[in-house]
């Protein structure tokens, strides 16, 4: 995209720039010198060179885009938000990050009873608090340039999430990650709940202020952003779509997540495999039982689609005890917080159904649901507690806190006496 020179001075005076026809807001100055020879003090080789046009473009700023990241066959929706600088407040501090990788690299020489060269092999550049990272490879050799993503993995009460700290390599160079960036909505869709676009399109509104040359660059960086929407429909409606596996994904997610069985016939006959992974590891079938949709997920099982052992996880919260029982006898597997999600929601039927197996598992099963419901029931007592001290805020009130923790010792009596 061609820019005059006075579209260039808008971008700078509202903080925005274009990187690989990506907008970034938010920006900070490009790299000087003195800064670029400090980091590359602490490297075990330069900055590579798709790093550095980024940061002769902007030191610096934040993202909103979509990006999905597989580790391993497990489909991730990674957070890349903030693009790090020195001196930044909070989780965005460049300076921050490289001491922090300096001492786990020598932390790990230590314990490997190796050398440790003082330097950093990858370098920390880009990603979302504490939870995920983007790092560049520094290290001379074929590898130099390439973008690695690392992310924290979740505890297991996120039924269907990432469970352990993953790495992927994702890239071949940082222009290489921008040109992965994409939209999985319309980030103009004014009836989306969510999009990482919102703060970016606030960015973009501020340009209305320099008058018709600022509406008219608007206009003009809103069709970048289109242009990177994934709309799965026109596929659909030429054949292709199951010859596009990223649009294909979409499509089917999209229908799993509102239960439109009617378009997931519609996709399979168009020759989508409704078991092909979507979110995480799971395919149509979890996403349904995520978002609520019992009878698409009934139809589904219909179908033949095969259940996985955490599939009774995923819908726990919502599931009727005739599903839990037929996914429990399809080879989907229990646990206590599978049972407390269900007594959450006042599911007091199919919170029985999915404990009954662990009690005839084995006696250190059953002895682990028990803790779990007496540590769960005291836990709300505490917090509602807490909620009436003024000491804790929650969208619950301490009255909601004692009645799941009244349910959990019924259910406890019931299974245990």
Request: charged share 25%.
């Amino acid at each position: 995209m061609e820019l005059s020179p006075a579209e260039h001075q808008l971008l700078q005076a509202h903080h925005l720039a274009l990187f690989e026809g990506c907008v970034i807001f938010d920006t900070q100055p490009p790299i000087d010198a003195q800064a670029l020879a400090r980091v590359e003090a602490h490297l075990a080789g330069p900055v590579p060179a798709g790093l550095l046009q980024l940061w002769q473009t902007c030191f610096g700023g934040r993202v909103g885009y979509d990006l999905e990241v597989v580790y391993d066959g497990h489909r991730h929706p990674f957070s890349f938000s903030e693009l790090f600088y020195p001196d930044s407040d909070g989780y965005r501090d460049l300076w921050g990050w490289i001491e922090h990788e300096l001492d786990q690299a020598e932390e790990a020489a230590r314990e490997q009873g190796r050398p440790w060269s003082g330097k950093l092999d990858y370098l920390p550049f880009a990603g979302f608090e504490y939870l995920e990272r983007l790092y560049v490879c520094v290290t001379p050799g074929p590898d130099h340039g390439t973008v690695i993503a690392w992310s924290r993995g979740l505890p297991p009460a996120w039924a269907g999430s990432l469970h352990q700290d993953s790495l992927a390599r994702i890239a071949d160079d940082v222009g290489g990650l921008f040109r992965l960036l994409a939209y999985e909505e319309d980030p103009f869709d004014p009836q989306a709940e969510y999009s990482s676009a919102s703060e970016l399109l606030e960015a973009l509104d501020e340009l209305e202020g320099a008058g018709e040359v600022g509406v008219a660059l608007k206009a003009r960086l809103e069709v970048l952003l289109r242009q990177r929407l994934l709309d799965w429909r026109p596929a659909l409606t030429d054949g292709n779509l199951a010859h596009q596996p990223r649009l294909r994904q979409l499509a089917m997610l999209d229908a799993a997540e509102q239960g439109d069985i009617p378009r997931l016939q519609t996709l399979r006959d168009a020759g989508c495999d409704l078991t092909e992974t979507l979110r995480g590891r799971g395919a149509s079938l979890e996403s349904c039982l995520q978002h609520g949709h019992l009878e698409a997920a009934s139809w589904l099982l219909d179908q033949g689609v095969p259940v996985q052992a955490d599939t009774l996880l995923v819908g726990a919260a919502q599931i009727t005890p005739a599903l839990a029982a037929r996914l429990l006898g399809m080879g989907a597997l229990s646990e206590p917080g599978a049972v407390l999600s269900a007594v959450a929601q006042d599911h007091m039927a199919s919170a029985e159904v999915m404990a009954r197996p662990l009690l005839e598992a084995s006696p250190a099963s059953a002895s682990a649901l028990r803790e779990a419901l007496l540590e769960r029931a005291e836990q709300q007592r505490r917090d509602a507690k807490r909620i009436k001290a003024g000491k804790l805020f929650s969208n619950r009130s301490a009255v909601d806190y004692l009645a799941e923790a009244e349910r959990i010792d019924t259910l406890r009596q019931r299974l245990f006496t």
